[in-house]
């Protein structure tokens, strides 16, 4: 290697040297400024600001309601969106409500009432003794309200027939505020459907769903006049469905009710009960005494059968056999058993016990006795009143209906021939 050539290597070596002397002394420096409160405490403004007119630039080009997000508010569905105007919060009640509350009316009735005296006020030797002090039979007028629904266009409504049950007098009122004179065009009182008529025309009307689907937990929306207070809503779900008239302590009625926990009180009876598209899928028609959270309506279905009847013929014939039933249970049983002034003897621990044949009924007629138990209905297993009675209700007048029962340890095959339903008769 040349002389000229080492000493050039010598001098690139110096050159690395400083250099790298010089970066050292600059990083310790750097890191001296950085470690200072006040170097550290600008550092943390500038950073500061910088953020700020980040945030800044970014929202002069996006608004904070245009961002993606998730309601948990239950979305109406595009029917009752579409009723709807525009730019208006709403629910899927109230849409429900907008469309369904026009159709909803007002009923009120009344009725006079004489007071009858007893017979004793009536006896010549009586009137003689007290002559003018003797009281008179006097005249009231018993007035009631209820709700009902509009089902055709010229003035059809579908209530509860304990609302206009013996009417002198029936006024219909609309939500708009027109009333109108009501005709009654025939009442139920077995499944307490009744059908009114006004006169008028191009009337909302409601719409009717599918009861036979339903489910416990399905929204459930009430509209009608409680207590005087019209246009109430309510809300709550299908609570249950297939209540028996017994479990809901009107064991005169043929009916499979729906249980609802929307509140109903005196004064919704013959309102409808609506799912949350707006159909009609009940109406509503009892209540239980001291009980909150427990109303019950007719199934839709079942309404509109009686309906069709009434307004076809003015009354519905149901199917009678006349036998009072209670569903048989080992519980049940034990407590005829154990009843010391029951003379009845159990041998069976499930099906329906017959309790009561009714005197000349077509099921006396047929053969059958207390304490007869039946455990076949038409060749189906039957272990529920409720079913026979449901069945005998489904059934036709004049057409018989095949029973398998148990009496004394034997076994019988009766067959009933069901006749009309007496109206002042209770089954």
């Given at each position: ?20 002397s ?19 405490f ?13 945030i800044?630039?970014?929202a ?33 009640v ?5 469309r ?22 009536n ?21 009631g ?47 307490d ?8 025309q ?27 207070l ?29 249980q ?29 005494g ?70 000349d009924?077509p ?19 039957v ?16 057409k ?12 019988l095959n009766?067959?009933v ?11």
């Amino acid at each position: 290697m040349s002389i000229k050539q080492r000493d050039a290597n010598k001098n690139l070596e110096q050159t690395k040297s400083h250099l790298q002397s010089n970066h050292a002394i600059h990083h310790q420096a750097k890191k001296n400024l950085v470690q200072q409160p006040v170097t550290r405490f600008a550092l943390f403004l500038l950073g500061t600001a910088a953020t700020i007119l980040g945030i800044y630039a970014i929202a002069r080009h996006f608004s904070w309601w245009q961002l993606p997000y998730t309601s948990i508010a239950v979305i109406p569905t595009e029917a009752a969106q579409a009723s709807l105007p525009p730019n208006i919060n709403t629910n899927f009640v109230t849409a429900v409500v907008d469309r369904v509350g026009p159709a909803v009316v007002r009923i009120d009735a009344a009725k006079t009432v004489t007071n009858r005296l007893p017979d004793a006020f009536n006896d010549p030797f009586f009137r003689d003794f007290f002559g003018s002090q003797v009281p008179q039979p006097g005249r009231r007028t018993i007035r009631g309200a209820g709700s009902g629904f509009i089902i055709s266009p010229n003035g059809r409504i579908l209530t509860n027939a304990h609302v206009v049950d013996g009417a002198d007098t029936v006024k219909v009122r609309l939500k708009d505020g027109r009333s109108f004179e009501g005709k009654v065009l025939g009442a139920d009182p077995v499944t307490d459907v009744a059908v009114v008529q006004i006169q008028a025309q191009q009337l909302p009307t409601v719409k009717f769903g599918n009861s036979q689907q339903l489910q416990p937990g399905q929204w459930a929306i009430a509209i009608g006049n409680p207590l005087g207070l019209d246009n109430t809503v309510t809300t709550g779900i299908v609570s249950a469905t297939g209540r028996s008239s017994s479990d809901v302590g009107i064991p005169d009625k043929r009916v499979n009710f729906i249980q609802t926990d929307a509140a109903i009180n005196p004064g919704n009876s013959g309102g409808p009960l609506l799912n949350q598209q707006g159909e009609v899928i009940g109406m509503n028609t009892a209540i239980i005494g001291g009980a909150q959270g427990l109303g019950f309506a007719i199934p839709i279905h079942t309404a509109q059968r009686i309906a069709d009847q009434l307004v076809a013929r003015g009354r519905v014939e149901h199917a009678f056999l006349g036998i009072q039933m209670l569903t048989l249970t080992p519980e049940v049983k034990q407590q005829i058993a154990s009843d010391p002034n029951s003379w009845l003897n159990v041998d069976e621990d499930r099906g329906v016990l017959v309790v009561r044949v009714v005197p000349d009924s077509p099921a006396a007629k047929a053969g059958l006795r207390v304490g007869d138990v039946i455990h076949k209905l038409n060749g189906q297993s039957v272990t529920e009143a409720d079913a026979i009675r449901q069945a005998v209700e489904n059934s036709a007048i004049g057409k018989d209906i095949r029973l398998e029962l148990r009496r004394q340890g034997r076994t019988l095959n009766l067959a009933v021939r069901p006749g009309a339903f007496p109206t002042a008769q209770v089954e």
